[in-house]
């Protein structure tokens, strides 16, 4: 525990210095301005998770980028500090009145022990705990071949697992301190703690004496978090994707709720979509959310939104960059296993046969099928037994979806047609249930496109690879926002803000259902406790295996099963299929075919 808290406290400084300073430079940009009235103004930063949010994009395409070079480690770390210790230096005066003023905010609301008990908790959970059977399988050895040479071509010929590029292992690879003689892995559950501490908000529910929207998110979040509690001790690229996507969703909201207009905050989490997508694919669906700032910006400004545009599509391109190239690299595709786009001819390419094999495998085992002819099976063939080996709450969620859609499709049409924004001024009859009061709630726009767009993600995520630990998000997303908008409703419509027993019920079922989980965590917990996980995390787990010597280097492979884990290196779970492409590591491997 305390190894984590010692590599959190480093990431929270390093990220925080890099945000700020990325962030005072894009607000300070000529066409960056909001306005204000007729002014044009410099863009005030509404919340300051933002710049350990920017931070850790900035520090992930760093390390990607590094990794091109060489193995992200000592020397990597060492540029990272030197680079915040000299924006600290410039930037001193801004930052220690920044950070004064974030302590001084949490201490008068005394919120700031609240804070640092999530910390010391998530910290506790990330100590220790159950290792995701694919971190032993492949995610140990991806994040230690980034660690030792940052990037090898065709290395997807060696595994095809290690073919599956994500940013997070080298952000893993970069935190892990591996030249300090252990490798950690603790950067799943900053990810959550970044999540927890998003939720703390909650509390503000009493204050208000009113929900918002993004309040039934961090419902959602919570019980997120207490799922993945006992795993996130594992690098696992689900953690990273699913708790950045919750805080995308959260914060987007949370802009709603202060009526947020700028096009600025939207951009910028419309960024920290497409790098959620460089974690994991299948957060694609939420890049959509740019359609908002771009059509704000051609809205206002006409010709002068070409400077602002383009100016975030080069961003989003050099967060986009370092991951097409890693994956280039890695297996001669661009994004693998999608062969839709086949750019390249290099002789370490992983085959077209088994690039297409590999990605039917994917989608059958989502679908539940361990065959990988699963991915042929009719619509009507799979869907009954995956739902059927849904979870209860799964199901249930599933099954809100499903009943939200005429909800949905009806307050889509009601817009379309009757203009709902500028009806509701004038009607205060049925229409009311759609536009609610602007105090409280988001507009009918901003939800529906909110809602269209996890609507998306969910049909993307159900008809490519609809494994429940790939998308879980995506089967929540969707009914929370509209049941929680009506549940706005009702509460707004019955003032039940005028009744303090209300407001501090739900608060109270709150706290209680945070109560009765961590007891099972706790329970759940009994049979792992060691003393030594205050001090040190959880190594990964170690197989027995066998050794065999391929041109002059000595490869390791399992016993029985597929897993390796982290050592000893190289291992894969099958020593064939491939060649090396020169006398060492470093220059790669090729298909033997």
């Known amino acids: 525990m ?50 350990l949010v920017a931070g850790i994009i900035l520090v992930t395409v760093y390390a990607q980028m590094f990794s091109l070079v060489k193995g992200v480690g000592l020397a990597a770390n060492l540029l990272l500090v030197a680079t915040c210790f000299a924006l600290a230096l410039g ?77 997070s292992f080298a952000l893993s690879a970069l935190f892990s301190m591996s030249f300090l003689g252990k490798s950690l892995h603790v950067m ?28 039934f998110v961090r419902v959602v979040a919570i019980y997120y978090l207490f799922t993945i509690y006992d795993e996130m001790v594992s690098p696992a690229s689900d953690y990273f994707m ?21 096009f600025l905050p939207h951009a910028l989490l419309s960024l920290t979509a497409l790098y959620a997508a460089t974690i994991k694919l299948s957060a694609a669906p939420f890049v959509l959310l740019s359609i908002y700032p771009i059509a704000r910006l051609i809205r206002k400004r006409k010709k002068g939104a070409i400077k602002p545009i383009l100016y975030f599509v080069i961003l989003g391109v050099m967060i986009a960059l370092p991951f097409v190239f890693r994956s280039a690299v890695l297996t001669g595709w661009l994004v693998y296993p999608f062969t839709g786009i086949d750019l390249l001819n290099v002789s370490w390419k992983v085959p077209y046969e088994q690039a ?52 949905f499709i009806a307050c889509f049409i009601y817009y379309l047609i009757g203009g709902a924004a500028k009806r509701a001024e004038k009607n205060r009859g049925a229409a009311k249930v759609f536009q609610l009061s602007h105090r409280k709630s988001v507009s009918i726009s901003d939800f529906l496109f909110v809602a269209s767009i996890c609507y998306a993600a969910l049909l993307y995520w159900l008809f490519s690879s609809p494994l429940v630990r790939y998308g879980c998000v995506y089967l929540w997303l969707p ?28 608060a ?23 003393p030594k996980y205050f001090l040190m995390q ?56």
């Open 188 to 215: 799943a559950g900053y990810f959550a703690l970044l999540l927890a501490w998003q939720c703390v908000d909650i509390v503000n529910l009493v204050r208000r004496r009113h929900p918002i929207l993004s309040d």
């Open 479 to 506: 009914c929370t926002i509209i049941i929680g908008r009506f549940v706005i409703y009702i509460y707004d419509h019955f003032q039940f803000a005028t009744s303090k027993w209300i407001y501090k019920t739900i």
């Open 2 to 51: 305390l190894s984590v808290i010692l590599v959190w406290i480093y990431v929270l400084i390093t990220t925080y210095i890099l945000g700020f300073a990325a962030l005072r430079l894009i607000v300070n940009i000529p066409y960056m301005y909001t306005a204000k009235g007729k002014k044009q103004c410099v863009y005030t930063v509404k919340y300051h998770e933002s710049a």
């Open 91 to 167: 930037l001193r005066d801004e930052l220690l009145k920044n950070v004064s003023g974030i302590i001084k905010r949490l201490s008068d609301t005394k919120e700031l022990w609240l804070y640092l008990g999530v910390f010391l908790l998530m910290a506790y959970g990330t100590s220790h705990g159950l290792m995701h059977y694919d971190t032993d399988l492949y995610h140990a050895q991806a994040i230690r071949w980034i660690e030792e040479y940052g990037i090898v071509r065709g290395l997807g010929n060696l595994h095809l697992r290690l073919g599956y590029n994500s940013a």
């Open 356 to 407: 297409v094999a590999d990605a039917r495998e994917i989608i059958a085992y989502g679908r539940g099928f361990t065959d990988p002819s699963g991915y042929y099976a009719g619509l009507s063939e799979w869907l009954p037994s995956w739902i059927g080996n849904l979870g209860l709450f799964n199901k249930l969620m599933l099954l809100l979806d499903v009943l939200c859609v005429p909800v």
């Open 242 to 262: 699913t708790t950045i996507t919750l805080y995308i969703v959260i914060h987007w909201l949370d802009l709603y709720a202060i009526h947020e207009r700028s």
């Open 538 to 593: 959880q190594d990964y787990n170690s197989y027995e295996l066998e050794s065999r010597e391929i041109d002059g280097i000595t490869f390791y492979y399992p016993t029985e099963g597929d897993r390796t884990g982290y050592d000893p290196f190289p291992s894969a779970p099958s020593l064939d299929g491939f060649k090396l492409l020169g006398n060492e590591l470093r220059q790669g491997f090729a298909p033997s075919r």
């Open 508 to 530: 109270v079922v709150i706290v209680m259902f945070i109560v009765y989980k961590m007891g099972w965590l706790i329970w759940d917990d009994i049979p792992r406790f060691s």
